[in-house]
């Protein structure tokens, strides 16, 4: 099974990761949950204003 190993530098690579990827990432202790979150939460605050998908954010620092 090949699996794309993102760029740690790169916060939108995180965001194309498959779930099954980001699992076997965990297991590894290649990456964290709270790094996949926050770039999640990077990718959101970046395309939101021209998506406009969350009309209210409850975002809190990790």
Known sequence: MM???PART???DLCLISATTAL???QERKLS???LLEAQ???AEQVEP???ALPRRCLTPL
Do not use: M
Request: proline share 11%; glycine share 0%; no cysteine.
């Open 24 to 26: 076997v990432l965990f």
């Open 50 to 52: 021209d998506i406009n």
């Open 33 to 35: 949950p709270v790094d």
């Open 10 to 12: 790169d916060p939108n």
């Open 3 to 5: 699996l794309h190993t």
């Open 41 to 43: 939460i990077a990718r």
